[in-house]
């Protein structure tokens, strides 16, 4: 997997004195006193459902009564660290009862961050939802882990938090904002460096089907005029012939459909690419070339929004309006808001950098996770042990084999954590530092103990499978373990990482072994296997599904043969210790 994740718990010197910047202009905000956190000063003064979002890039601007809540930006400029994002919730959500939304752009390192932060906080019994946001026009072109979000999730900002100012309820916010999800869409407009060609800039867009789009910017500082025929740019993304999203000839799944006298909304994301008059030339042309298909503009909204990319690029986002409610909500005013874009700085006679916020939240992190559902037997708990140390073992006997494996595609250095980690975890034992009597218990402690000593992209992987393994067990009621239960939280574990990784079955990442194991375990029980020959046969098809992983390389993917590894392992472990004559773990 070629996942972007950074787990870093420093907050950025930078990035920080960025963001008290930011606050001291804005009174009615302020910051968190842990990571990189801007919040409403009165957050504990209202009710209403709490709008979270965050990534790599600044988003303070949309924090305010009738957007955000809060804004979470990562240090370095990638995702933010799923420890601050808990912990975030957890203050959000202290005393509080309406539940929180958190918005999240469809990049891998944001899902897989904030999947994880989301699957703690349900198993802490905290009310939260997360809407992804993919509006990319070519993310149909793309694979599930390489979609990505550009300024629509603004326009999802605004009408979210305008339902929560209304009092609406989580369930009624996230239905609705899912659904008008499916009527944006959004393009990139890439230019040239500006050194390059002075008196004029080339608009290009980043067109994977190779069309000749003559459209250009000519900016002239003499005063002379300037022209932006931006009709091509728009005709790709409606077809006159049919008024609908395009995605040329031979691809049927649009999401974007229009026709004579619908109604649409307009954002123009400038990203500080291009001079107001520019920006202006670009409305009209827009404007002209709709209005010249009977499409109604409702709103037009221009201006520097968010930074999509690093590269200077404009972005246009078209939205349907499906609901004659979107117009309330994107037109209901609740305060200022610097991004929405009027700036509050009359709250107090001077300026301060003084905008520190310390948390109500007084609790301390949990040293150890809580007991909570079925224990296992005595015997069940040292097979469970013995099972635990042949994994150890195999992984650390298979360290050359999966650094040689890792290389073909990454660093090479996958056996090397394995090993690592595998170490780690045979010495936890021995110290009596892993509680395996209670399998949720075991669970969240391994997710804890992989974030930090696997770290990176695998580490988050695993983290989430073990937290969604976790979040299953507490839901149990039985004193008693049954494979069942193992099986359904190992399903859970495999409809999470796909939830948070944006990956499915196919795409020759570990999670293909997962899903192919589950549906074979589930079969033989439900055939009436032993257990113990429905785990085996499960692994066996794991197995023959890891050597699927290959696609157009020599070896496998390196997680997808861990996985392999470890797996068979555990089977093993548990053949030795457990007779066939046992049914229940």
């Not at 993304?237 to 799944?253: A, F, H, P, T």
């Not at 954002?267 to 291009?274: D, E, G, H, P, S």
């Not at 999670?511 to 549906?519: Q, R």
Request: with cysteine; glycine share 6%; charged share 20%.
């Amino acid at each position: 997997m070629d996942f972007k994740v950074l787990s870093s718990h420093g907050a950025s010197l930078k990035i920080r004195n960025s963001l008290v910047g930011a606050t001291s202009l804005n009174q009615e905000v302020g910051l968190f006193n842990f990571g990189n956190v801007i919040v409403q000063k009165d957050y504990t003064d209202n009710d209403c459902v709490r709008i979270i979002s965050g990534g790599p890039y600044y988003i303070g601007d949309f924090v305010g009564k009738g957007m955000l809540t809060a804004a979470i930006q990562g240090d370095n400029f990638t995702a933010p660290a799923s420890s601050i994002i808990l912990r975030t919730l957890r203050e959000l959500s202290n005393n509080h009862i309406m539940g929180s939304l958190v918005i999240v752009p469809a990049s891998s390192g944001c899902t897989l961050n904030f999947g994880l932060a989301i699957e703690r906080a349900l198993n802490d019994n905290i009310v939260v939802k997360m809407l992804t946001v993919s509006d990319d026009f070519f993310n149909n072109q793309q694979s599930k882990m390489s979609q990505r979000t550009l300024s629509a999730v603004v326009l999802i900002y605004k009408i979210a938090g305008a339902m929560a100012a209304a009092k609406k309820s989580l369930c009624e916010i996230y239905d609705y904002c899912n659904r008008i999800c499916q009527y944006v869409q959004s393009m990139e407009i890439e230019l040239p460096h500006p050194n390059i060609t002075p008196n004029a800039t080339c608009i290009c867009i980043d067109d994977p089907f190779g069309s000749d789009l003559p459209t250009t910017v000519r900016s002239d500082h003499s005063h002379e005029t300037i022209k932006v025929p931006l009709a091509n740019l728009i005709s790709i993304i409606v077809n006159e012939s049919n008024y609908r999203i395009d995605y040329r000839k031979g691809i049927d799944d649009t999401k974007l459909e229009l026709q004579r006298g619908d109604k649409l909304v307009i954002l123009l994301n400038n990203n500080a690419v291009i001079s107001k008059t520019e920006e202006n030339i670009c409305v009209k042309d827009i404007l002209d070339y709709l209005i010249a298909l009977n499409i109604n503009i409702v709103r037009f909204y221009v201006g520097n929004f968010i930074k999509c990319h690093e590269n200077a690029l404009l972005t246009i986002t078209l939205m349907k309006v499906e609901d004659k409610n979107v117009l309330t909500y994107l037109d209901a005013n609740y305060g200022s808001i610097p991004g929405w874009p009027n700036v509050n700085q009359n709250s107090r006679s001077s300026l301060t950098t003084e905008t520190n916020i310390t948390g109500n939240l007084r609790r301390k992190n949990r040293s150890e996770p809580p007991i909570r559902g079925p224990q296992l037997s005595e015997r069940a708990t040292n097979t469970l042990y013995f099972a635990i140390q042949f994994a150890c073992d195999a992984l650390i006997a298979c360290e050359k084999q999966l650094n040689v494996i890792d290389s073909e595609r990454d660093d090479g250095d996958t056996g090397t954590r394995m090993k690592t980690v595998a170490e780690l975890l045979i010495k936890r034992m021995k110290q009596d530092k892993l509680l395996l009597k209670y399998p949720f218990t075991f669970f969240e402690s391994m997710s804890n103990f992989l974030e930090k000593s696997l770290g990176g992209t695998s580490g988050c992987v695993y983290s989430i499978l073990f937290e969604a393994a976790a979040n299953k067990f507490g839901e149990y009621n039985s004193l008693d373990v049954t494979p069942e239960m193992w099986l359904e939280s190992f399903e859970a574990a495999g409809a999470a990482l796909k939830k948070y990784g944006n990956i499915k079955y196919g795409d020759g990442t570990l999670y293909d072994p997962i899903c192919k194991f589950c549906e074979t375990a589930k079969q033989e029980l439900e055939n009436c296997s032993h257990p113990l020959v429905a785990f085996g046969n499960a692994v066996q098809c794991c197995e023959e599904t890891v050597n699927m992983t290959k696609r157009d390389k020599n070896y496998p993917d390196p997680g997808a043969h861990a996985l392999g590894i470890w797996i068979r392992a555990v089977f093993e472990g548990v053949k030795l210790k457990w007779p066939l004559d046992a049914v229940c773990l």
